[in-house]
């Protein structure tokens, strides 16, 4: 005797997998200032330069370049209150890859 259970019945499809979005520091801005990062998305890579600025509103500042392209970033990562940047990205979604990317380097006691 077995008896069916909804997650058998449901008829869902599958969920599509998400692609894995990971960050790891290349270049530890210890040294003079300037950092590199490298944040994946499922098998497409992007590093950055960064580095920190001086920032008065609560978290912290900083600059982050994609290499290999001109667009410059301004970023502040904190408390959520204090997470912002200027592309469009955290625009439309409120969060983007380059805070996400930077508060979990600095969570990570690497920043
Ligand atoms: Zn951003």
Known sequence: MSTPT??????DPPVPERPKRSV?????????????????????????????IP????????VIHRLGLGTVY???????A???CECKGFLYHGYCRHVLGLLALI?????
């Open 82 to 84: 204090d997470c912002e």
């Open 74 to 80: 301004h970023v502040r990562v904190g408390q959520p």
């Open 6 to 11: 909804s997650a058998d019945l449901s008829g």
């Open 55 to 62: 920032c008065q509103i609560g978290g912290r500042g900083f």
């Open 24 to 52: 790891r520091l290349v270049r530890s801005p210890a040294e003079d200032g300037i950092g590199v990062i490298c944040v994946t998305l499922g098998h497409r890579s992007n590093y950055y330069t960064i580095v920190e």
């Open 107 to 111: 969570r990570q006691g690497k920043l």
